[in-house]
Structures are given as structure tokens and as C-alpha cells.
């Protein structure tokens, strides 16, 4: 059993370099703390060479634990669950994601980030695991509106907003009948969203993510252990779709920008993250083509990562 007290002080100095300022993650995790809300996950810990508790970041079931603990800790979500062999996300950049989206909708709202109810956010590929509606209403009280092209994940995603008081009300899920339309038969003609959001799939390939895959968790057994208390980028498991489609990140994107054209009257920022920087020129410059009034690239970074996402309006 791993004993999981540490110097109070020295945590909270700790700070995540690159998070968000209002990002509850970015003073690392407070692993007492969380096994006291989540009691399995103390089963899970390991000791880092640093002496700091962490857990095995490759383990499926020692990631869900913590996701919902810190879930629990951060944002009072009480269940929390997912299909087995569905994407479980690290919860600190997703949560930057949303942060930094909130920050672009206050510059057209006199500085001051809008909240409640009446802000709708339209989440492209949500996922079984939901976790952007979640924060983006847990932090903001906004609503979500998520789609996806699987059934299961909707499913799952919907039983977490039921099981859950604060997200019922504010969280519906959606399923995208067609695959190859990311805006079309979603967006309805009434339909206004404040914002949209992304988290696109990487790969191009079942093989190419097969790769990317074992190369991670091959990482993650050299270093995962080094790193107390911070997840790494790994996205932990994940459907097909989730992973991977034709043409990958860049195609996905393109497809999402042609078709935001039709929308541009019922969405105030589309905005999507683009993993790969070398596809930020092509698809800025496909962007300035179809005449979008603006456009952003939002910089983000969690500890040695970098990432990003593209905003654009018309």
C-alpha cells in the first residue's frame, strides 16, 4: 500500500508550466486528496522515483480512476463511466481547451466571460466520455449539444448528463446518422451555437494509430513513472473513429471548414483542435478562400506539450 501524504506546501507550489490560469489542474494532483473521494484508487498508486505518488499511466482502469476522482474533486461529477475500450481523456488539457474558448467568446462580450445557460456550445465527436460539455458546463454553466457518429458513445454520454443534476438539464446528445457530414443534419434551422468545438480524429489509418498507439504506451513504460502526479498526452484506448478516419486530421478538419459555410448565420466561433502545426497553413489558407471574417490560432501547452486550436468566424 502506497502512502499517499505529502508536503502540503511543496504541492501547492508545483504548478503545471503552460495551463491555464483558471485551470483547476494546473497545481498537480492531490493524491490524498482524491483517494479520500475515490477510496479504490489508493489500490492503484505507485511511487515515483521522485518519492511523489502517481499511478501507472498505461493502465486503462488506474487512468478511469483518477479521471473520476478529479472529476469528482474538480466538478462534482458522482458518476462518471465509460464503455470498455472508449477514449479516456486527460482531463487538464481538455480542460484548457475550454478555458481558452471562454476567454475568446469574453473578447466580444466586454472582457467578461459569458456564462449560463443561455451560451450553447455545439461538441463535434463527443465521445462515450463527454468530458468537454462537462467542464464547459461544470465551469461556465453553459449547454452542450454533443454528436457523434457512434451510437454507444451517445448512450454512454447521455447517462452520465442523467445520472448527474448539475449536467441534465444543460447536456443533449446526438447522434450524426451520417459519417461523412460533421455541420449537416445537426445544426437545425433555428439553431443558433455560440461556439462549436473539436477534438478531431489524428490518424489516417487503423494501422497508422495501431502505431502511434504502441509507441506511446512503449513511452509511457520508460517515463510514465518519472513524472508524479502529471498525465501524459496519451489518449488512453478509443474506438476506431475515434482514433482515425480517411484522410485523417487535416482531411476532417477541411471538411468541417467547407461545410461550416452553410452555418455561418447560426454559429458565432467554430473552432477545432489541429494536433499537427503543419496543417495549420493549408487550413488557414482554405479558410481565407471561402472568406471567413476572422481567423485565430489559440496556442495552448501542457507541461512539454504543445497544442492548439483554430477559430474562425464569418
Given amino acids: 500500500m502506497v502512502d499517499v501524504r505529502k508536503d502540503k506546501k511543496q504541492e501547492s507550489q508545483r504548478v503545471k508550466k503552460g495551463l491555464h490560469p483558471r485551470n483547476k489542474h494546473r497545481f498537480g494532483y492531490d493524491f490524498d486528496a482524491l483517494c479520500q473521494l475515490l477510496p479504490d484508487l489508493k489500490a492503484w498508486l505507485v511511487i515515483a522515483p521522485s518519492g511523489n505518488p502517481s499511478v501507472d499511466f498505461s493502465n486503462p482502469v488506474a487512468v478511469k480512476l483518477l479521471n473520476q476522482a478529479l472529476l469528482k474533486q474538480a466538478y462534482a461529477i458522482n458518476f462518471w463511466d465509460l464503455p470498455e475500450g472508449y477514449l479516456c481523456p486527460p482531463i487538464p488539457g481538455r480542460s484548457d481547451y475550454v478555458h481558452h474558448l471562454a476567454d475568446l467568446l469574453a473578447e466580444s462580450h466586454g472582457g467578461i466571460v459569458p456564462t449560463g445557460r443561455g451560451v450553447r456550445g455545439l461538441d463535434i465527436g463527443t465521445g462515450a466520455n463527454g468530458i468537454y460539455p462537462i467542464i464547459g458546463c461544470s465551469e461556465y454553466g453553459w449547454s452542450f449539444t454533443g454528436t457523434d457518429i457512434d451510437s454507444v458513445a451517445i448512450k454512454a454520454a447521455t447517462l452520465i448528463a442523467q445520472s448527474n ?98 452555418y455561418s448565420q447560426q454559429v458565432g466561433w467554430f473552432t477545432t483542435l489541429v494536433s499537427k502545426k503543419e496543417n495549420l497553413a493549408p487550413l488557414r489558407q482554405q479558410l481565407k478562400h471561402i472568406n471567413a471574417v476572422q481567423v485565430r490560432t489559440v496556442n495552448m501547452a501542457q507541461g512539454q506539450k504543445q497544442s492548439r486550436f483554430l477559430a474562425w468566424h464569418f
Fill in 165 to 262: 443534476p448539475a449536467l441534465k438539464k444543460n447536456l443533449a446528445f446526438k447522434l450524426q446518422a451520417e459519417a461523412r457530414h460533421i455541420f449537416d443534419g445537426v445544426i437545425g434551422a433555428k439553431d443558433y451555437y455560440h461556439f462549436t468545438l473539436c477534438n478531431p480524429p489524428f490518424h489516417t489509418s487503423a494501422k497508422e494509430a495501431s502505431k502511434g498507439t504502441k509507441r506511446k504506451l512503449r513511452n509511457l513504460g520508460q517515463s510514465a513513472k518519472d513524472i508524479a502526479g502529471q498525465m501524459p498526452t496519451l489518449n488512453f484506448g478509443g474506438q476506431s473513429n475515434e482514433l482515425w478516419c480517411e484522410g485523417g486530421e487535416r482531411l476532417f478538419i477541411q471538411r468541417m471548414i467547407e461545410e461550416s459555410q452553410n
